[in-house]
């Protein structure tokens, strides 16, 4: 079982910039793969960036460029610039692959 705290969501105008951070807490053990995951209205949930416990990253295609990642123990940030309409969700972080405890995510939405 592991417990996410998200934060940083918020409005801002395309082209703007936000800090998402989340703090992962396990009941038990340690957590290798953390990523942030993002949700669009009438969406599936798709997986935006990874930070392993060792010092690996990973940010897919849609958002390299603009979005970075970073982890430090079991708080990771997501650092998204030039943000686009299309970035707006519910931004969410978990496990790799996810489980079933789902926080209670950070909204973004980038207006046009």
């Known amino acids: 079982q592991v417990r996410f705290e998200e934060s940083g969501g918020g409005l801002v105008q395309t082209g703007g910039s936000l800090r998402l951070s989340c703090t992962a807490t396990p009941s038990r053990g340690s957590i290798f793969f953390l990523a942030w995951y993002r949700q669009a209205p009438g969406k599936q949930r798709e997986l935006v960036a990874r930070a392993d416990s060792d010092g690996g990253s990973y940010v897919v295609d849609s958002v390299k460029g603009r979005f970075t990642v970073d982890r430090t123990k079991n708080t990771i940030n997501l650092h998204m610039n030039n943000l686009k309409p299309e970035d707006t969700a519910k931004y969410f972080c978990?496990?790799?692959?996810?489980?079933?405890?789902w926080g209670q995510g950070t909204q973004v939405t980038v207006s046009s």
């Open positions: 978990q496990v790799v692959p996810p489980n079933d405890s």
